[in-house]
């Protein structure tokens, strides 16, 4: 599940009347599904809402949901501008793939309406740079983008036949170092009964029994990161940054990146650090 603080943020940033949040991540990190959960969310029957899917995942009560179609010449592009004639409050483009998607995305965000779209970056940081990439003005992008998000999904450990074992060497000396990184911002999050002092300290295995068919694994969680709009990450946005200028910028804003989101999992026993290892790189430097 998604951290409090952070969940929080979602909460507050998907009931503004006007903006644009953006979902990163590869293709099967579960973007969709997080992004029909805030629909979900703030559907109500005062506000208009009209997506436009490629393809349609499932049906949503009280939403005109609107299904890319290329033979018909029916795009996301052409899908945006169609929506904005019918004065929508709220506005779903399945995906930003090019720089005409992107400008008028970005217009209407400007223009009243909430826009909740995704990007295919590594990262919350990303979702900046790729803007500029796709030819956006950097102040323009500090007035519209109000939260990019990141998430990948993890399997989650079969709680009948999961077992602990000693962390390697390596393993000690990486979770070390990324529990420092969490320390720094979040210190509340490292749970008081927490073994990582000791002389050798245990997380959980994949082992497989019949309750999951002998993966080791049942079910799903997600791993997320953010990143807000705020004065200091608007500041690093107009001088065309890189992605650890981004980072940087947004470390006061106290969000764990997803590895130390996957990590805190990985000490709760939640999942393995071969997991978390699948979906991000656990070696990237710590920022």
Known sequence: GVEAKLFEIFN??????????????????GKTTTLYSFLREINSTATKIITIEDPIEYHLEGINQTQVNVKQGYTFLSGLRSALRQDPDIIMVGEIRDAETAKIAVQSSLTGHLVFSTLHTNNAQGAIPRLI??????????????????QRLLRKLCPHCKQKRIMTAD??????????????????????????????????????????????????EGIFEAILMDDAVAQATIVNPNEKEIKLAAKPQKILDMRQDGILKVIKGETTIEEVGRVIDLAEEII
């Open 133 to 150: 990439d796709l030819g956006l003005n950097p102040k323009i992008i500090t007035s519209a983008l109000t939260l990019a998000i990141a």
């Open 171 to 220: 393993e000690k000396d990486l979770v070390g170092k990324i529990l420092d990184s969490i320390k720094e911002k979040r210190p509340d999050l490292i749970p008081e009964d927490w073994s990582g002092d000791q002389a050798d300290p245990q997380i959980y295995q994949a082992v497989g029994c019949a309750e999951c068919h002998q993966s080791g694994y049942n079910g799903r």
């Open 12 to 29: 507050r940033e998907i009931r503004k009347p006007n903006g644009l949040i953006l979902l990163t991540g590869p293709t099967g990190s």
